[in-house]
C-alpha cells in the first residue's frame, strides 16, 4: 500500500454468497483461509442482499444498465461491465431468503466486461476466505473509491493503481506480488464472479457505510488513528 498503508505480502482470499433476492488510498492483504467458511447469519446483509431481486428486475433497466446509463441513485461503473442477460437470470434466480453460499452457489454462472473482470478478481483475491458480508464490503470499498475524485475513475484502474509506478506502492497486494492473476478454485471464481455482477449492477452500498479503506485485522496502519472506522466483519475492518 501506499504511504498510509503498509503493503502484505501474498493473497487475500475471499469468497461470496447470495441468496434471498441476490442480491482509499490503502488496503491490507491477509493470509489465505478456508475457502468454504460458513453461512453468514448477519441480519444487516440479509436486509441488503433482500433488496436485490426487486433492483435487477425489469428488462428495461437491465438494458439501461447494459448502455453504461444509470436509472437510479447508485451509478453503473462504465459501460462494459454488466452483461444483461448474466443480471437478468441472477434476479431471475434468486427466491430463497437465506442467506448461505449453497443459495449463490444455486445461481447461474455470470460474465461481464473489463471492469467486471478486475471486480472479480479483487473480491476473489482479497476476501475469498471472508464471509458474505465480508466480500460485498470488499466490493463496497472498491466502487466506493471509483466514485470518489480522489482515485481512478474505473474498477481496473482503482484495483491496480499504483502498479507499475516508481515510488509508489500497489493498493492490492495481489496486482503486484509477481504471480499471475489466475483464479484456481472454481468455487470461489463463481461466486466472486455473481457478486461482482450484482454490484456492477446498481446493487445498494450500505453494508461499509461509504468506507474506502480496510485493512486486516493483524495489522494495525497509522493511517486508521485518523479515519473513522464504519465496519468489522471477519478478518477485515473498514474505514473512510
Same mark, same amino acid.
Given at each position: 500500500m501506499n504511504g498510509l498503508h503498509s503493503p502484505a505480502s501474498g493473497r487475500l482470499p475471499?469468497?461470496?454468497?447470495? @441468496? @434471498?433476492?441476490?442480491?482509499?488510498?490503502v488496503f491490507a492483504p491477509i493470509a489465505a483461509r478456508a475457502e468454504t467458511p460458513a453461512p453468514v447469519p448477519t441480519a444487516a446483509v440479509a436486509q441488503v442482499l433482500g433488496q436485490e431481486r426487486?433492483?435487477?428486475? =425489469?428488462?428495461?433497466?437491465?438494458?439501461?444498465?447494459?448502455?453504461?446509463?444509470?436509472?437510479? #441513485?447508485?451509478?453503473v461503473i462504465g459501460t462494459r461491465n454488466v452483461d444483461p442477460g448474466s @443480471?437478468?437470470?441472477?434476479?431471475g434466480a434468486a427466491g430463497k431468503s437465506t442467506l448461505t453460499f449453497a443459495a449463490l452457489d444455486a445461481l447461474p454462472e455470470t &460474465?461481464?466486461?473489463?471492469?467486471?473482470?478486475?471486480?472479480? %478478481?479483487?473480491? $476473489?483475491? %482479497?476476501?475469498?476466505? %471472508?464471509?458474505?458480508? =465480508?466480500?460485498?464490503? #470488499?466490493? %463496497? #470499498?472498491?466502487?466506493?473509491r471509483v466514485d470518489s475524485p480522489s482515485y481512478p475513475k474505473n474498477v481496473c484502474g482503482v484495483t491496480h493503481q499504483g502498479v507499475g509506478?516508481?515510488?509508489?506502492?500497489?493498493?492490492?497486494? $495481489?496486482?503486484?506480488?509477481?504471480?499471475?492473476?489466475?483464479?484456481?478454485?472454481?468455487?470461489p471464481r463463481e461466486r466472486a464472479e455473481?457478486?461482482?455482477?450484482?454490484?456492477? @449492477? =446498481?446493487?445498494?452500498? &450500505? #453494508?461499509?457505510?461509504?468506507? &474506502?479503506h480496510f485493512h486486516a485485522a493483524r495489522v494495525r496502519p497509522s493511517w486508521a488513528r485518523v479515519m473513522t472506522r464504519t465496519a468489522r466483519i471477519g478478518h477485515h475492518s473498514f474505514y473512510r
Open positions: 475471499m469468497v461470496f454468497a447470495i @441468496a @434471498a433476492s441476490l442480491l482509499g488510498t426487486a433492483r435487477l428486475a =425489469g428488462t428495461g433497466r437491465l438494458a439501461e444498465l447494459a448502455k453504461g446509463r444509470a436509472t437510479s #441513485v447508485t451509478p @443480471a437478468r437470470a441472477l434476479a &460474465t461481464g466486461g473489463a471492469d467486471w473482470k478486475c471486480l472479480s %478478481e479483487a473480491i $476473489y483475491f %482479497e476476501s475469498r476466505g %471472508e464471509p458474505l458480508a =465480508g466480500q460485498i464490503a #470488499v466490493a %463496497e #470499498v472498491i466502487l466506493n509506478t516508481a515510488g509508489r506502492s500497489c493498493q492490492f497486494s $495481489y496486482a503486484c506480488d509477481g504471480r499471475a492473476d489466475t483464479m484456481k478454485s472454481a468455487l455473481k457478486l461482482a455482477t450484482l454490484m456492477l @449492477a =446498481g446493487r445498494e452500498r &450500505t #453494508v461499509t457505510d461509504g468506507a &474506502t
